[in-house]
T-cell receptor
């Protein structure tokens, strides 16, 4: 799938660093999502945005801060992370609102390592 | 919330073999998707199949919504089929919930 892009693809950061993950969808979709995939765990939904408005925060710690300036872009700002936050972070988008049952399309992910 | 269970958790196949992956879910759904995650982490949509049967090349899927399960068939498997296969479902108004995945290794 080339419709959803994510940068960077790999990121290594220290616990005191601040970094941001970027996601862009070129599909004209209205909903965007952040997921976390840790080793040996199912994908976990983190945040949902519908029409730029956050509609779900799945009990995510405040050291993860999402931003959705428009329907095509989604950021995840990271600060004072912990080693257990190391994971693959996946962005997705769908045409309709979350919960409507529309197909979700995923980006390639950012593999994050926190030292 | 809805529970999604996939079986088997791991599957080793010889190239050319056929296989069936299963996804059971605990409640009615309005969306069911099958994904393939390649070794680089990319999740590729395989099927959007809340009910019925679909085929795409060597892959096909069947969802029996009334009995709350879906099956993914891989025929004449190839080494490029290796990776993790995920089933994910949405109950009305709720988030997409993923199963634990089936890790497939196809040996040449």
């Amino acid at each position: 799938e080339t419709g959803v892009t994510q940068t960077p693809r790999h990121l290594v950061m220290g616990m005191t660093n601040k970094k941001s993950l970027k996601c862009e969808q070129h599909l004209g979709h209205n909903a965007m999502y952040w997921y976390k995939q840790s080793a040996k765990k199912p994908l976990e939904l983190m945040f949902v945005y519908n029409f730029k408005e956050q509609t779900e925060n799945n009990s995510v710690p405040s050291r993860f801060s999402p931003e959705c300036p428009n329907s095509s872009h989604l950021f995840l700002h990271l600060h004072t992370l912990q080693p257990e936050d190391s994971a693959l972070y996946l962005c997705a988008s769908s045409q309709g609102q979350a919960g409507a049952g529309d197909t979700q399309y995923f980006g390639p992910g950012t593999r994050l390592t926190v030292l | 919330g809805i529970q999604v269970e996939q079986s088997p958790p791991d599957l080793i196949l010889q190239e050319g073999a056929n296989s069936t992956l299963r996804c059971n879910f605990s409640d009615s759904v309005n969306n069911l998707q099958w994904f393939h995650q390649n070794p680089w982490g990319q999740l590729i949509n395989l099927f959007y199949i809340p009910s019925g049967t679909k085929q795409n090349g060597r892959l096909s899927a069947t969802t029996v919504a009334t009995e709350r399960y879906s099956l993914l068939y891989i025929s004449s498997s190839q080494t490029t089929d290796s990776g993790v296969y995920f089933c994910a479902v949405t109950a009305a108004g709720n988030k997409l919930t993923f199963g634990g995945g089936t890790r497939v290794l196809v040996k040449p």
